[in-house]
């Protein structure tokens, strides 16, 4: 009856959420930051870098999450002096902490761990 069960392993289903690396989204922000420098055309060039910014964002952390914080950051880089505020650093400590609650591989269980009711 035991082999009829159990032919090897049996796996714990889990669902697995892709988180962005933290260096990119670091790049993101410092993009993001560079109009500070250029005096005048700064604000100019983040009428370029908003729907790109935002198009990168909804692309990186996909979704819902993606779709309205690349709303939200393309709102921020289009407002001028709300350039300072790091949206994808942000969003993905969010999504790093959430996801860092579940488990994020499979774990195999043999027959032998199984306690026997």
């Known amino acids: ?3 009829l069960f159990w032919k090897k392993d049996a796996a714990v289903p889990v669902i697995i959420n892709k988180t962005p690396s933290l260096g990119a989204c670091l790049v993101m922000d410092f993009l993001g930051y560079a109009t500070y420098g250029i005096p005048f055309f700064g604000e100019f060039l983040d009428l370029i870098w908003a729907p790109i910014s935002a198009l ?3 692309k990186m952390f996909g979704g819902t999450r993606g779709f309205f914080g690349g709303i939200f950051n393309f709102v921020e880089e289009l407002m001028p002096g709300l350039d300072f505020i ?3 650093t942000i969003t993905w400590a969010i999504q790093y ?3 860092n609650k579940t ?3 499979y774990q195999p269980l043999h027959s032998n761990y199984i306690q026997k009711a």
Do not use: A, S
Request: charged share 25%.
């Open 1 to 3: 009856m035991k082999k």
């Open 56 to 58: 990168i964002f909804f």
């Open 86 to 88: 790091p949206t994808f």
């Open 97 to 99: 902490f959430r996801n």
């Open 103 to 105: 488990v994020k591989n």
